[in-house]
């Protein structure tokens, strides 16, 4: 149709496009007219080992196939440099990156090695750090950036033997609500996935009838749409999968200021948790400014009922 989301003209980086998730995005993108650079090291699940430039080729062949327009890149995501190089040498510019290369190493927590936890944090944190300051500078350049970082239910609700997987899977959380304020002015907008989908990482997991409702299919549009030119949407958190899509906030309790003038004690705080832990009247405060401030201004009302120095200045931290 006429009102089609397009991406002509649009160079796109999927990183971890040899298979899953990422080989859906890379189709989706080339279908609809980007440029796109199909990342895949070809390695293990675990990572670590492995390498192998098929992953991302048969990728690339079939968008070609179709007449789309691809390349593909061997590296690892730890090579961020090269990835980025790799869109600047055969297209010129870099307006999306979608940071979805993933592995696992699952183990209960006392079990996890240091490997283990470095890897995964390597991986998917550290290296969605290194892609996506290399790529800044390029958005920045032409005032037009899309950013995707790939989280995932363990990292927002935790999981059994995912510790080093969920740490940093909400790391990643933390990073895209920075990325999303810093990248403002230069129309650099930063969202974050939550998805489910069946691929190698979870076909071992997930019974087969559960798994075939799970299509990439069915994650690829909120992909697109979030990294479309029209799109404004910045600094958010979704889950997706099955065709379902939601976005998610953080809620506070209204809570209660439990010191006695200038004393506190543990008392203070087992006597008023019902008031603290209640969210009869939730907050959602979406700045950090509008949350301390809140803080400091229940404090400043809870301190004139008794005499204080304290101000009424309702935006004294500003930073
Ligand atoms: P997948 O294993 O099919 O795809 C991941 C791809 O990343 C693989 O093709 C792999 O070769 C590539 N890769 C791994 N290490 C790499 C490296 N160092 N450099 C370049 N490429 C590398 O898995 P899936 O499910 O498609 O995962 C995509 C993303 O979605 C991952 O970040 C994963 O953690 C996340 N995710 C997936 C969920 C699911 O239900 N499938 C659930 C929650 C999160």
């Known amino acids: ?89 055969n297209f010129g510019r870099i307006d999306i990156l979608v940071n979805n290369a993933g592995i696992l190493r699952d183990r209960s927590f006392l079990k996890t090695t240091d490997l283990d936890w470095d890897l995964i944090h390597r991986i998917h944190l550290r290296a969605s750090f290194l892609l996506t300051r290399a790529a800044w500078p390029h958005m920045q350049k032409n005032k037009f950036g899309r950013v995707i970082m790939t989280s995932s239910g363990a990292g927002i609700y935790g999981n059994f033997g995912q510790a080093n997987y969920s740490a940093a899977k909400l790391g990643l959380l933390g990073l895209s609500n920075t990325l999303s304020i810093e990248g403002q002015k230069y129309n650099i907008k930063c969202n974050t996935i939550a998805p489910v989908a069946k691929s190698r990482l979870t076909e071992t997991v997930m019974p087969e009838e559960i798994l075939n409702v799970l299509k990439p299919e069915f994650v690829s549009p909120l992909v697109l749409y979030l990294c479309h030119e029209n799109t404004n949407e910045t600094g958010s958190l979704f889950e997706v999968g099955g065709g379902w899509v939601g976005k998610l906030r953080w809620q506070k309790s209204s809570g209660a200021v439990v010191r006695n003038g200038d004393l506190m004690t543990p008392e203070d705080v087992r006597d008023n948790w019902t008031k603290i832990t209640s969210f009869d009247v939730p907050l959602y405060h979406t700045a950090i400014a509008e949350s301390t401030n809140f803080c400091l201004n229940a404090s400043e009302n809870a301190s004139s009922e008794t005499p204080s120095s304290a101000t009424s200045d309702d935006t004294k931290f500003k930073y």
């Not at 149709?1 to 995005?25: E, H, M, P």
């Open 1 to 89: 149709s006429n009102d089609q989301l397009r991406f002509d003209g649009k160079v796109v980086i999927v990183t971890g496009a040899g298979g899953g998730l990422g080989k859906c995005y890379a189709l989706s993108f080339a279908e609809r007219g980007a440029k796109v650079v199909v990342n895949d090291l070809g390695g293990s699940m675990s990572g670590g080992d492995g390498k192998s430039t098929k992953a991302a080729d048969v990728v690339v062949e079939e968008i070609r196939a179709k007449n789309g327009i691809a390349v593909p890149n061997y590296d690892s995501v730890e090579d961020a440099e090269k990835i980025i190089q790799t869109a600047i040498d």
